[in-house]
């Protein structure tokens, strides 16, 4: 049992060492080094990370990304804050549009301003519905260095809703 548990800490120290992992700069204050660095650490990032908003398989994606924090659990929550905020908006936009067209479409000319004005209403209520029913989906983070050798933590989220719970939030709120 001794020798099991010799061998899987040997095994785990072996490929500890053996990762890809980027190597921090020697000296953060040289630019060159602080720029391989950067760019080895965007080489290892997942391909998602430079996705914004798509759909795939009856799911809404949306990635979001962090400013650099001082603990890695505040970069996430900037880097989920900010996907759910990309999300609501594309959210918005989406209700607003269709709101719109639906609505000045029906209407007199004399009352499109304000029709418009409650699509906008409308998408803000649909917005909030929404936001319930957003979940995180995953999310990856990474160490960042400043010139002043300043180390912090930068995150990137995405966050998925079901097209279906979308779709039913925006025909409640429609319907009201």
Known sequence: MKKLFIIAIAVAITSVGCSNNPVLPKD????????????EIKDERPDWTNQGFWEEDDQYFQVGESF?????????????RDATFRLSEHVRQDVDISFAQKMTSEGQ????????????????IVSRSVMQSIS??????????????????RAFAIM????????????RSMSN
């Open 68 to 80: 650099v924090f001082d603990t890695e659990r505040e970069a996430k929550k900037d880097a989920m």
């Open 160 to 171: 998925k809703i079901n097209a279906r719970d979308l779709k039913n939030a925006i025909n």
């Open 109 to 124: 000319t004399e009352n499109t301003v304000l029709q418009f004005r409650n699509g906008t209403e409308m998408a803000k």
């Open 136 to 153: 995180v989906h995953e999310t990856y983070t990474e160490l960042d260095v400043d010139k002043n050798e300043k180390y912090g933590y």
């Open 28 to 39: 953060p204050s040289d630019n060159v080094d602080r720029l391989r660095y950067y760019q």
